[in-house]
């Protein structure tokens, strides 16, 4: 089994940045082959991709909206990954959700979410 606790949110005012941090626990020892990701979902939204990042190469993928104002990233001696947000906008306000895909087929452990709100 995989645990995975999201922390970092919290309310800041547009322009502003936040860092959210995603730490793994349970079965760890392979913690840097997952593939990481964050999600979000706002208020009367479906949930929406913000950014994934692999397990043996590291390389990453961001969804349009976030693409040059977030930083995805991971440190495999912690077993931890981070999502640096810089730029921060209204549109950016949702509860924030971490992923892992521990078998390199589906996101099949989820946190519990953590959430950003942006003030304009």
């Known amino acids: 089994q995989v645990q995975l606790v999201e922390s970092g949110g919290g309310l800041v005012q547009a322009g502003e940045s936040l860092t959210l941090s995603c730490a793994v626990s349970?079965?760890?020892?392979?913690?840097?082959?997952?593939?990481m990701a964050w999600f979000r979902q706002a208020p009367g939204k479906d949930s929406e991709f913000v950014a994934s990042i692999r397990g043996r190469s590291s390389s990453t993928t961001y969804a349009d909206s976030v693409k040059g104002r977030f930083t995805i990233s991971r440190d495999n001696a912690k077993n931890t990954m981070y999502l640096q947000m810089n730029s921060l906008d209204p549109e950016d306000t949702a509860v924030y959700y971490c992923?892992?895909?521990?078998?390199?087929?589906?996101?099949?452990?989820w946190g519990q979410g953590t959430q950003v709100t942006v003030s304009s």
């Open positions: 992923a892992a895909d521990v078998n390199g087929a589906i996101y099949d452990y």
């Open positions: 349970g079965r760890t020892f392979d913690f840097n082959t997952y593939t």
